[in-house]
């Protein structure tokens, strides 16, 4: 009786720790952007890696903790992003240009037009949480970089942060399903125009004080 071969997975050689643990998300994200979260599986993750299962059990404890990990980098891609930013230094102009360089320099941002895979992972609590809390510290830094002097009162750079940051989600949202009806940089500009007005009533309030 013939016994049938098995196909190896290429290994690759010997690398670094922190190199294998890359090349596993690297391989994790995508997968779960061509297939989706749940029907990926830790085999095909290692293959895609060209490790052993075993190399993947041996930097994470199951597919959950892969996915928080990628959660983790792409969240700190945002904050790190405006972390260094000049206080109170940005119009809202400024800052939706930023935040595309941001998108630019990586790969990863592109998942966040997959909705079927936005809706499976937002189901995981703990990777919910971590989306809330890490959305909630990137906001902080946004407000922080923000001109004071765009509002009257300082409470109010929440408002415009969150507007601005949601405004710059929907033109990426727009660019990626109606390419031909969305000029990115007027429409961003055309944006930071109705701040410039506010700033300039807001500054003729202060001297009718």
Same mark, same amino acid.
């Given at each position: 009786?013939?016994?049938?071969?098995?196909?190896?997975?290429?290994?690759?050689?010997? @690398? &670094?720790?922190?190199?294998? #643990?890359?090349?596993? !998300?690297?391989?994790?994200? +995508?997968?779960? *952007?061509?297939?989706?979260?749940?029907?990926?599986?830790?085999?095909?993750?290692?293959?895609?890696?060209?490790?052993?299962?075993?190399?993947?059990?041996?930097?994470?404890?199951?597919?959950?903790?892969?996915?928080?990990?990628?959660?983790?980098?792409?969240?700190?891609?945002?904050?790190?992003?405006?972390?260094? @930013? &000049?206080?109170?230094?940005? #119009?809202?102009?400024? !800052?939706?240009?930023?935040? +595309?360089?941001? *998108?630019?320099?990586?790969?990863?941002?592109?998942?966040?037009?997959?909705?079927?895979?936005?809706?499976?992972?937002?189901?995981?609590?703990?990777?919910?949480?971590?989306?809330?809390?890490?959305?909630?510290?990137?906001?902080?830094?946004?407000?922080?970089?923000?001109?004071?002097?765009?509002?009257?009162?300082?409470?109010?750079?929440?408002?415009?942060?969150?507007?601005?940051?949601?405004?710059?989600?929907?033109?990426?949202?727009?660019?990626?399903?109606?390419?031909?009806?969305?000029?990115?940089?007027?429409?961003?500009?055309?944006?930071?125009?109705?701040?410039?007005?506010?700033?300039?009533?807001?500054?003729?309030?202060?001297?009718?004080?």
């Amino acid at each position: 009786m013939k016994v049938k071969k098995t196909r190896r997975i290429k290994q690759s050689p010997k @690398l &670094p720790a922190e190199t294998r #643990r890359y090349q596993l !998300l690297k391989a994790a994200h +995508k997968l779960f *952007d061509k297939k989706g979260y749940r029907a990926t599986t830790l085999d095909e993750i290692a293959h895609g890696a060209g490790l052993t299962k075993g190399a993947v059990y041996h930097h994470f404890k199951n597919k959950e903790a892969i996915l928080l990990e990628l959660t983790h980098l792409i969240l700190n891609a945002y904050k790190d992003g405006v972390r260094d @930013l &000049p206080k109170g230094s940005l #119009r809202p102009g400024d !800052l939706i240009l930023h935040l +595309k360089e941001i *998108d630019e320099g990586t790969s990863m941002h592109k998942a966040r037009y997959n909705m079927s895979l936005l809706v499976e992972v937002i189901k995981v609590k703990q990777v919910r949480q971590t989306i809330e809390d890490g959305y909630e510290e990137f906001l902080k830094l946004c407000d922080r970089c923000l001109d004071p002097s765009l509002v009257r009162s300082r409470k109010m750079i929440r408002q415009i942060t969150i507007l601005t940051v949601n405004f710059y989600d929907g033109l990426c949202w727009g660019a990626f399903m109606y390419p031909t009806h969305i000029d990115f940089d007027k429409q961003a500009s055309l944006f930071a125009s109705l701040f410039n007005k506010e700033k300039s009533d807001n500054m003729k309030a202060q001297r009718a004080k």
